[in-house]
């Protein structure tokens, strides 16, 4: 199924974006201001043209209005990544994801109707953090400002025990949502199934929960 796509800003993140929906063979119209950048995505994005999203008529001309869901990822420049998200919720399109530069940004970007902002340099940060903490967390993905899912690896001070014996309920507050061991995930984990070496654990929680959690078992 081939869907349209559009990124406006071919920087590093947007650039990446547009590679990654290309190679899935989807439909992608690539937009920057620069030519330089814009002639790199020549190759493989299906368009991939000059304009500044700054210009309604210009956005307009490159018919954006049929297009399902477009990426704004212009950084530096908050001002015209503001206008352009304007001028796309105006032109009424379905799906608006904006990178927001910091939280100011993307209170903005909220208000004047982005369905999704992202926030890829603090939200990478937090991830390596935590991953830094442990080599054991392999993920961590923030639910809202205080909650969280990670990703964990059983570690020496969990391995041989059920979920019983760690009682990670009570003693965390924390919830195991799901185990996987190899290639097989159960999302409705035995309470008294011993924990084996390479299993791991999905868990989820408040923020102080999940550092508790951390900081003792994982
Ligand atoms: P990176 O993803 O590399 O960190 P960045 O977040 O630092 O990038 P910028 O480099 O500021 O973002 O912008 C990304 C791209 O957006 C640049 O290639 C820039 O030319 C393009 N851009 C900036 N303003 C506009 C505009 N009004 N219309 C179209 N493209 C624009
Ligand atoms: P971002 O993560 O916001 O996209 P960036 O990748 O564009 O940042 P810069 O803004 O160039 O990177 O640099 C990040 C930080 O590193 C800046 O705060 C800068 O002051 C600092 N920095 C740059 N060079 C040095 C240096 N030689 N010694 C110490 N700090 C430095
Ligand atoms: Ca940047």
Do not use: W
């Not at 989807?26 to 999203?53: G, T, W």
């Not at 903490?133 to 899912?149: A, F, Q, T, V, W």
């Not at 919830?175 to 989820?204: C, H, M, T, Y």
């Amino acid at each position: 199924m081939k869907r349209e796509f559009a990124v406006i800003g071919l920087g590093r993140f947007g650039g990446s974006i547009c590679r990654e929906l290309s190679m899935e063979g989807m439909d992608v119209l690539a937009i920057d201001v620069d030519e330089d950048k814009v002639n790199e995505f020549k190759n493989f994005a299906s368009y991939a043209v000059i304009a500044d999203s700054t210009d309604e008529a210009a956005l307009k001309e490159l018919g954006i209005k049929n297009i399902d869901h477009v990426i704004v990822a212009i950084g530096d420049n908050i001002q015209a990544s503001i206008l352009t998200t304007v001028i796309l919720t105006d032109l009424g399109i379905k799906k608006i994801t904006v990178k927001a530069q910091n939280d100011y940004h993307e209170k903005i970007l909220k208000k004047i109707g982005a369905d999704q902002v992202v926030h890829p340099e603090r939200d990478m940060g937090k991830r390596i953090a935590h991953n830094i903490i442990s080599n054991n967390i392999l993920d961590y993905l923030e639910l809202s400002d205080e909650h969280s899912i990670v990703e964990v690896k059983v570690g020496e001070r969990m391995l041989g025990k059920t979920l019983v014996d760690l009682d990670i309920r009570a003693n965390y507050g924390c919830n195991v949502v799901a185990i996987k061991r190899g290639k097989e995930i159960n999302v409705s984990p035995s309470a008294d199934d011993a924990l084996q070496k390479s299993d791991i654990l999905i868990v989820i929680g408040a923020d102080n929960d999940i550092s508790r959690f951390e900081r003792h078992l994982v």
